[in-house]
């Protein structure tokens, strides 16, 4: 196992009835901006109910923030926060929306232009403005962790960034609040959820035991719920696992002292900011073919994959792997999320897009080896068509 350091301040608030509570997590002289997405947060009475809960406090309001955030959106709410002199920020959606929110509060007390925040993947972020969430959609695990995906439209680039910072101070987590949520969205959760356990689990053998082990938990966890979870929306108990496995797949704790991959995520990042596909669904599209393309310096994971998560253990390693990667992809295929960029009416020609943008944001050397050059990212990307 690798060193590591593991630290994650978030305080969870997890379970019915709990929005109730910003009450006291919020400071009761805090000058509140509401960052949220669409229309459904006031349709489901979410927002209603984070009103009540903020009582006297100074609050204001800020929506529109897209699936994948974009900078032009966010510098709008930067702006806002800076002219109302607004001093904590309450984010309240899906990852998006919280992604949104970790800009914000880094590029409101940025001195320089606040694009450089995700061109230097967060390194230069001094100082943020605390903040909460409440959590309204279980995937990106967002909610407690670092991390933020933004995208600038007029040049196309969706770029990471990190910073310790950016952690929420607290995320209040209430399964109910993913009762109403389209089926399509509760698809891409599990598969977002599942794609970060993988990220962080399908390299190579450190004698992790415990990350092994809880990650496979967690995808267990995923592909047993999957059919409940689509089908019976107000189930609360398994919409209670399916917000909690999500939170877990991305907070540090399996990611702690092992390899980790992201070569899916980085590819899939390119594809969302060309073709505006949904960020789950993209990863559903590189996974299976990265893991093909990637199977002999993956090879060990893999056989532990298929053995531990979908109880393969005849035949060949080859046939073993084979298996893995097909349960994988059939896993996403049942879940109504397609594998293959044809599905999009994709062909040749994203192919090319993408190693261009992979190359204009530097993603040539992926994967926890280093060793996804753009040559082999064509090879995964063309394993896809």
């Given at each position: 196992?690798k060193?590591?350091?593991?630290?994650?301040?978030?305080k969870?608030?997890?379970?019915?009835?709990?929005?109730a509570?910003?009450?006291?997590?919020?400071?009761?002289?805090?000058?509140?901006?509401?960052?949220?997405?669409?229309?459904?947060?006031?349709?489901?009475?979410?927002?209603?109910?984070?009103?009540?809960?903020?009582?006297?406090?100074?609050?204001?309001?800020?929506?529109?923030?897209?699936?994948n955030p974009?900078?032009?959106?966010?510098?709008?709410?930067?702006?806002?926060?800076?002219?109302?002199?607004?001093?904590?920020?309450?984010?309240v959606?899906?990852?998006?929306?919280i992604d949104?929110t970790k800009f914000?509060a880094?590029?409101?007390?940025?001195?320089g232009?606040?694009?450089e925040i995700?061109e230097?993947?967060?390194?230069?972020?001094?100082?943020?403005?605390?903040?909460?969430?409440?959590?309204?959609?279980?995937?990106?695990?967002?909610?407690?962790?670092?991390?933020s995906?933004?995208?600038?439209?007029?040049?196309?680039a969706?770029?990471?960034?990190?910073s310790?910072?950016?952690?929420?101070?607290?995320?209040?987590l209430?399964?109910?609040?993913?009762?109403?949520?389209?089926?399509?969205?509760?698809?891409n959760?599990?598969?977002d959820?599942f794609?970060?356990?993988?990220?962080?689990?399908?390299?190579?053998?450190v004698?992790?035991?415990?990350?092994?082990?809880?990650?496979?938990?967690?995808?267990?966890?995923?592909?047993?719920?999957?059919?409940?979870?689509i089908?019976?929306?107000?189930d609360?108990?398994?919409?209670?696992?399916?917000?909690?496995?999500?939170?877990?797949?991305?907070?540090?704790?399996?990611?702690?002292?092992v390899?980790?991959?992201?070569a899916?995520?980085m590819?899939?990042?390119?594809?969302?900011?060309l073709?505006?596909?949904?960020?789950?669904r993209?990863?559903?599209l590189?996974?299976?073919?990265?893991?093909?393309?990637?199977?002999?310096?993956?090879?060990?994971?893999l056989?532990?994959?298929?053995e531990?998560?979908?109880?393969?253990?005849?035949?060949?390693e080859?046939?073993?792997?084979?298996?893995a990667?097909a349960?994988?992809?059939?896993?996403?295929e049942?879940?109504?999320?397609p594998t293959?960029?044809?599905?999009?009416?994709l062909?040749q020609?994203?192919?090319?897009?993408?190693?261009?943008?992979?190359?204009?944001?530097?993603?040539?050397s992926?994967?926890?080896?280093?060793?996804?050059?753009l040559?082999?990212?064509r090879?995964?990307?063309e394993?896809?068509?």
């Amino acid at each position: 196992m690798k060193n590591f350091e593991f630290h994650n301040p978030t305080k969870i608030v997890f379970g019915a009835d709990t929005v109730a509570k910003l009450s006291r997590l919020v400071p009761d002289h805090a000058r509140v901006l509401i960052l949220y997405g669409g229309a459904s947060a006031e349709k489901t009475g979410t927002l209603a109910e984070v009103r009540t809960a903020l009582g006297q406090r100074t609050v204001q309001e800020f929506g529109g923030i897209e699936p994948n955030p974009s900078y032009e959106t966010l510098m709008r709410a930067v702006e806002h926060v800076r002219k109302e002199k607004l001093d904590f920020l309450l984010a309240v959606g899906g990852g998006s929306v919280i992604d949104g929110t970790k800009f914000v509060a880094a590029a409101a007390l940025y001195d320089g232009e606040p694009w450089e925040i995700a061109e230097r993947g967060g390194s230069n972020i001094k100082q943020a403005l605390p903040f909460g969430a409440v959590l309204t959609l279980p995937a990106t695990g967002s909610e407690m962790n670092a991390g933020s995906v933004v995208t600038k439209k007029a040049t196309q680039a969706k770029l990471a960034f990190h910073s310790a910072l950016v952690y929420p101070k607290f995320s209040v987590l209430d399964p109910r609040k993913t009762f109403t949520l389209p089926v399509s969205q509760v698809a891409n959760g599990l598969v977002d959820a599942f794609v970060h356990t993988t990220e962080q689990y399908l390299t190579y053998p450190v004698n992790a035991r415990v990350q092994d082990r809880f990650a496979e938990g967690l995808l267990q966890t995923l592909v047993e719920i999957a059919p409940q979870a689509i089908a019976s929306p107000d189930d609360y108990e398994t919409r209670a696992n399916l917000m909690w496995t999500a939170t877990l797949a991305l907070n540090g704790l399996i990611g702690a002292g092992v390899p980790q991959d992201w070569a899916t995520h980085m590819i899939g990042h390119e594809l969302t900011a060309l073709y505006d596909i949904d960020h789950a669904r993209t990863l559903a599209l590189v996974l299976p073919a990265l893991l093909d393309v990637q199977r002999e310096p993956k090879r060990a994971k893999l056989l532990q994959f298929g053995e531990r998560v979908w109880n393969i253990t005849s035949g060949s390693e080859e046939e073993r792997i084979d298996a893995a990667i097909a349960h994988t992809r059939a896993f996403f295929e049942g879940l109504g999320i397609p594998t293959r960029l044809s599905a999009y009416q994709l062909g040749q020609e994203a192919v090319e897009a993408v190693l261009k943008q992979l190359e204009t944001h530097g993603m040539t050397s992926l994967g926890e080896h280093r060793d996804i050059d753009l040559a082999r990212s064509r090879r995964i990307l063309e394993a896809a068509l």
